[in-house]
């Protein structure tokens, strides 16, 4: 695997479900991210984890909890999700002080909240 | 407040220039980058500028102007596969945290 893969790719999930996000970097990069992408929006990013420590939470709800047990994965755990919560969550990782600290993207996980 | 503002949809014909501009207003200011996103696809990295001036990589370059607050991405010998959304990202403080405009959607026809 290269790159920054995520899994699932489509989720589809009930209102009182619980499940998981999974992102997982192989590029050696030391900061992870969680962003939300919904139609006609802005990327709005929701956390940061730098150096595996979480620096940015970015007034998201709390049904959203994010988990980084090591700089190389990222989870982000959903419960009782709303349908607006529907959208593709990216995930993205970058060096915390490289020379343009560009982020790299994973693929995306398509979740439908119904 | 954080503001990027990016027309939302262009169209150009193949082999020809377009340019994709992009104003912001934020709170502070540590970098500017393109990325290009494809339908149903991740944002790829394109460019980045930090500095006032032009960065030319390929068929694309990236222009800044920090005291207008003004970004363009230039896009030569227009290809089909250039047809995809083109994001405007503001570094406002620090090395982590960017702001996205909403994208620009480019239609290249033949």
């Known amino acids: ?114 | 407040g954080q503001n990027i503002d990016q027309p939302t949809e262009m169209t150009a014909t193949e082999g020809a220039i377009v340019q994709i501009n992009c104003t912001y207003q934020t709170s502070g200011f540590n970098g500017l980058f393109w990325y290009q996103q494809h339908a149903g696809e991740a944002p790829t990295f394109l460019s980045y500028n930090v500095l006032d001036g032009l960065e030319e990589k390929g068929r694309f370059s990236s222009f800044l102007s920090r005291s207008k607050g003004y970004s363009y991405l230039l896009l030569k010998e227009l290809q089909m596969k250039d047809s995809a959304s083109y994001l405007c990202a503001v570094r406002s403080t620090g090395f982590q945290k960017l702001v996205f405009g909403t994208g620009t959607r480019l239609l290249v026809s033949p």
């Open chain 1, 1 to 114: 695997e290269t790159g920054v893969t995520q899994t699932p790719r489509h989720l589809v999930m009930g209102m009182t479900n619980k499940k998981s996000l999974k992102c997982e970097q192989h590029l050696g990069h030391n900061a992870m991210y969680w962003y939300k992408q919904s139609a006609k929006k802005p990327l709005e990013l929701m956390f940061v984890y730098s150096l595996e420590e979480r620096v940015e939470n970015n007034s998201v709800p709390s049904r959203f909890s994010p988990e980084c047990p090591n700089s190389s994965h990222l989870f982000l755990h959903l419960h009782t999700l709303q349908p607006e919560d529907s959208a593709l969550y990216l995930c993205a990782s970058s060096h915390v002080r490289g020379a343009e600290g560009e982020q790299y993207f994973g693929p995306g996980t398509r979740l439908t909240v119904t």
